[in-house]
């Protein structure tokens, strides 16, 4: 995990002093394997897609955006129909999911809200609705989580 974050920081690093394609180039190996690489080399094709308006940047920046979200969503939880009946009643909770999980349940929250964004720099190919088949996911699926309730005598 550390590994992982710290190469994306390095890559950002990069970005940011303008060393575009290198940058790209250092997160493309490990694309189709790590939400975190996927994210952030998406994230920087979106960056690039909104500074130039490109509509073929901005296809490019979707797709993979959209392939950083089907990565996110092999790691979240799996919930059985029991689980979803369950979480109507009472809350999940952050203790019960693992590190990695709740780390995919922001990722792909995050994978949303930029496709949403990408949504609004395509203009005239389909109608604005189905561009928008995101939409109905967008209540933030992380703020399904919650921390554990403090104990006695802690400050909530």
Known sequence: LHEALDQCMTALDLFLTNQFSEA???LKPRTKESMYHSLTYATILEMQAMMTFDPQDILLAGNMMKEAQLLCQRHRRKSSVT?????LVHRPTMDQFTEEEIHAEVCYAECLLQRAALTFLQVGTSPFAERLE???QLPCPCLRLRAPAPGPGQPR
């Open 134 to 136: 995101i939409s109905d």
């Open 24 to 26: 790209l180039s250092y």
């Open 83 to 87: 689980d979803s009946f369950s979480n």
